[in-house]
């Protein structure tokens, strides 16, 4: 996958997210996606997992996410630096996304610096 769609799916994400649009983020998953967040200590999975790590994470808290750095570590992989705001204050972190062959989100390594 060229960089550029990596980076486009990376800010379709981003901007979804900061929008609550949580059809526009499904949207972006695979139907077996997998988003680990080490800062949660837990695995959400499917679409239904996915949907309740949105609304729980992004919603809930009100979450504000503004890229820092992309870094691309893998042709289909992308390492997104993030910076977070919302209802728990303040904090950088990471998303390490893997996209499949049809561009869609497969695998998101999620955590906190």
Do not use: C, W
Request: proline share 1%; aromatic share 12%.
């Amino acid at each position: 996958m060229k960089h550029s769609e990596l980076e486009q799916i990376a800010q379709q994400f981003i901007a979804a997210a900061n929008r609550f649009d949580t059809q526009a983020v499904l949207n972006l998953f695979a139907a077996d996606a997998v988003i680990e967040d080490v800062s949660v200590g837990d695995k959400f999975e499917h679409t239904a997992g996915i949907k309740n790590y949105f609304v729980t994470f992004f919603i809930g808290y009100h979450t504000s996410t503004q890229l820092l750095s992309l870094e691309y570590s893998g042709p289909d992989n992308v390492l997104v630096k993030v910076d977070f705001t919302g209802d728990f204050g303040h904090e950088t972190g990471g998303l390490d996304i893997r996209v499949n062959e049809a561009g869609l989100i497969e695998h998101i390594d999620a955590y906190l610096d």
